[in-house]
């Protein structure tokens, strides 16, 4: 009988190319305990792409499951998905993951950057590059990224089309897709290639990306963090202010600012003691000193947390500047995926909000582990109710450690302890 770990990995979501590590196709409806190549493993960190998942364990080993199609879970690449969290193989033991949409980063804890999936040239070092269906470019086994070599890297983002790096300089590096501003190098230097959240696919495959390069305007803010969301990016600094730019089109980057492209990083006014930022598609979640949590962008399937759901209330909505979630317990991490988020409290309670998974094309897919026949979208941060999860090791509890969301899943770090 396998050793039962201290920290293990639970998901909840759509089950579809195996998402989940749970088995192809097999979807759940609340949060589920992984076993199988993880049983045993002690998990330190999850990292949820837009249909794959990234686990990494205490000793470095990372572990990948979910939809393989451009390469992103550094696997074989004739294999269209992975069903079951099985691992990667890299040069060295791993810091951190950031799973993006079609493209995974692995920061070595040399700092140094890998980084497998959906690619551009310019990008990578030599060799390695397939082409997959419709001619893209796909890297199927991760390799170093081109233009950070020889640099300290201490934190990595990786958004739908374009990725971020910060130095332990405090030099931020961005590369991928760039038409909406999201590498923040400013209107000049940015392609204006619209229209990429909806057809994320292909936007990030193929050509037009831009190479490495630092956010110059960033200089000398003294960075400790960054953060990626399907088309905006932001950064913290060590005394709490939070810089954002990208895509805007509703005051998901800069609130109150005019609803274009931000191009350069801007300050938001707003914010002094940002501890996180978290980053959906069309809204920013961010955690404060003192566990508190404040949103913006739209409100668009209760994403926001305040009230303002449906497709017909994109508009109406929308938060005119960060607005701080009242009654929460004191949280010490934020997660967002497309349209829904999740936080940890400091009791090691998850609690979610905004998109349950329903839509015409999909019944509700569960990834915000309210159970079978509670499909809404949650208008307002609900608990996860219970300290059970399907699946556990018999007369085991949990407590949450961290939480990530993808397009349509949730993954949590779980600690694991004696139900007596």
Same mark, same amino acid.
């Given at each position: ?103 995974? $980063? ?26 997959? %269906? ?13 233009? $950070? ?162 497709? %017909?209330?994109? %508009? ?11 009654? $929460? ?38 990834? $915000? ?52």
């Amino acid at each position: 009988m396998s050793r039962v770990a201290k920290r293990v990995l639970l998901t909840c979501g759509a089950g579809d190319h195996g998402r989940l590590a749970l088995g192809h196709d097999l979807a759940a409806k609340v949060l589920t305990y992984v076993g199988g190549p993880l049983d045993g493993v002690e998990v330190q960190q999850v990292s949820c792409g837009a249909a794959h998942t990234v686990v990494l364990d205490t000793d470095g080993f990372v572990y990948a499951a979910g939809s393989n199609d451009c390469g992103q879970l550094g696997h074989s690449p004739h294999l269209p998905f992975v069903p079951a969290a099985e691992e990667v193989l890299l040069p060295e033991p791993i810091d951190k993951v950031a799973a993006g949409g079609y493209r995974t $980063l692995f920061l070595g804890k040399s700092g140094t950057v890998y980084t497998c999936g959906a690619s551009a040239k310019g990008v990578l070092g030599a060799g390695g590059l397939m082409k997959g %269906a419709g001619s893209r470019e796909l890297l199927a086994e991760p390799q170093q990224v081109r233009g $950070l070599d020889g640099i300290d890297v201490a934190d990595v983002a990786c958004g739908n089309a374009h990725a971020v790096a910060l130095a332990r300089d405090g030099t931020v590096y961005t590369w991928g897709r760039g038409g909406e501003g999201q590498l923040g190098r400013g209107a000049a230097t940015a392609k204006r290639k619209r229209g990429f959240l909806r057809s994320t696919r292909e936007s990030f495959s193929g050509g037009g990306d831009d190479p490495v390069l630092p956010v110059e305007a960033l200089a000398g803010e003294d960075v400790a963090a960054v953060a990626a969301g399907w088309g905006h990016s932001g950064a913290v600094t060590r005394s709490g202010a939070a810089f954002l730019w990208g895509q805007n089109a509703h005051g998901q980057a800069v609130p109150g600012a005019p609803q274009v492209p931000v191009f350069s990083p801007t300050k938001v006014a707003e914010l002094n003691s940002t501890e996180q930022l978290a980053m959906g598609a069309l809204h920013t979640v961010a955690l404060l000193r003192g566990g508190h949590v404040c949103v913006w962008g739209t409100g668009i399937n209760g994403s926001l947390g305040t009230g303002k759901s449906g497709l %017909a209330s994109a %508009a109406a909505g929308r938060a005119k500047g960060p607005t701080v979630l009242p009654e $929460l317990p004191s949280m010490m991490s934020v997660a967002s995926g497309w349209r829904h988020n999740a936080a940890v409290a400091q009791g090691g309670q998850v609690w979610v909000w905004g998109w349950s998974g329903w839509s015409e094309a999909f019944d509700g897919s569960g990834q $915000l582990s309210q159970g079978e026949g509670k499909e809404e979208d949650c208008e307002w941060p609900m608990p996860v109710e219970g300290k059970s999860a399907a699946g556990l090791p018999e007369g085991m509890k949990w407590r949450a450690v961290a939480v990530s969301c993808g397009m349509q899943h949730t993954a949590v770090v779980a600690e694991l302890f004696s139900a007596k």
